[in-house]
C-alpha cells in the first residue's frame, strides 16, 4: 500500500480554470503539507497542517486554498489557474510538526496551457 | 532567512565512480541538515541526516559530515551504481521548532554502466 498517494498524476489544464488535487496517507501522522517543486526542481513549503489545523501557510495566492477534512487528508483547490502554476506538486506527512522525516508522495504535475 | 546552495548539475558518472554533491547552508541558529533523494516518478524520501557540528550520516554507501566551521554537509559516496540515479537535495531545519524544511535546489545524478 502507498503511504501517500495523491491524485492526479498528471493535469492538464487551460488558464482560468479551477482545479483540485486530493492527498492521502496511510500512516497514522498528524502532520501533513503542500510543497512545489518549479522547473529547475526548486521545492518550497507552501502550506502545513497538523491535525486539520492550518500551521504554516506561506506567501502563497489565495487563489491556493487548502482543505483538510480529516488529519488522513489534504486536498489542495485551486482557482483561476495560471501559467505560472505550472509545476509539480508534492504531499508530504509526518508524524508531528517538529519531526524532521517527512514521506512525499509521487507527486502531481500540473501543466496550465 | 535561512537557505541552502546545491552545485548545479547535472552530475553525470560512470558506474564504480567517486561521488561529491556540495551543499552549504545559511541559517539563523543551529539546524538538523538532511539530504533527500528523489527517485525517477517518485516523491523524495529522507536518505540521511545529521543534527550537530562534526556528526556524520550516513545511509545505503552514502555519507555526509556536518562543518559548522565552513556551513557545509557534502553528500559522498565511494563507488555509485546505475541505481544512484536520481536527484539529490539538501535541506535543514532549525530544531525543535516547528519550522519546515528548507530545500536546496536538488542536483541531478545520472550513473552510466
Known amino acids: 500500500d502507498t503511504a501517500v498517494s495523491q491524485t492526479p498524476k498528471y493535469l492538464v489544464t487551460q488558464m482560468g480554470n479551477d482545479k483540485s488535487i486530493k492527498c492521502e496517507q496511510n500512516?497514522?501522522?498528524?502532520?501533513m503539507y503542500w510543497y512545489k517543486q518549479d522547473s529547475k526542481k526548486f521545492l518550497k513549503i507552501m502550506f502545513s497542517?497538523?491535525?486539520?489545523?492550518?500551521?504554516i501557510n506561506e506567501t502563497v495566492p489565495n487563489r491556493f486554498s487548502p482543505k483538510s477534512p480529516d488529519k488522513a487528508h489534504l486536498n489542495l483547490h485551486i482557482n483561476s489557474l495560471e501559467l505560472g502554476d505550472s509545476a509539480v506538486y508534492f504531499c508530504?506527512?509526518?508524524?508531528?510538526?517538529?519531526?524532521?522525516?517527512?514521506?512525499f508522495g509521487s507527486g502531481t504535475q500540473l501543466s496550465v496551457l | 532567512g535561512d537557505s541552502v546552495t546545491q552545485m548545479e548539475g547535472p552530475v553525470t558518472l560512470s558506474e564504480e565512480a567517486f561521488l561529491t554533491i556540495n551543499c552549504t547552508y545559511t541559517a539563523t541558529g543551529y539546524p538538523s541538515l538532511f539530504w533527500y533523494v528523489q527517485y525517477p516518478g517518485e516523491g523524495l524520501q529522507l536518505l540521511l541526516k545529521a543534527t550537530k557540528a562534526d556528526d556524520k550520516g550516513s545511509n545505503k554507501g552514502f555519507e555526509a559530515t556536518y562543518r559548522k566551521e565552513t556551513t557545509s554537509f557534502h553528500l559522498e559516496k565511494g563507488s555509485v551504481q546505475v541505481s544512484d540515479s536520481a536527484v539529490y537535495f539538501c535541506?535543514?531545519?532549525?530544531?525543535?521548532?516547528?519550522?519546515?524544511?528548507?530545500f536546496g535546489s536538488g542536483t541531478q545524478l545520472t550513473v552510466l554502466p
Open positions: 508530504a506527512s509526518s508524524p508531528g510538526p517538529t519531526n524532521e522525516k517527512l514521506f
Open positions: 497542517y497538523n491535525n486539520k489545523e492550518l500551521i
Open positions: 500512516l497514522g501522522h498528524d502532520t
Open positions: 535541506a535543514l531545519r532549525l530544531s525543535g521548532s516547528a519550522r519546515q524544511l528548507t
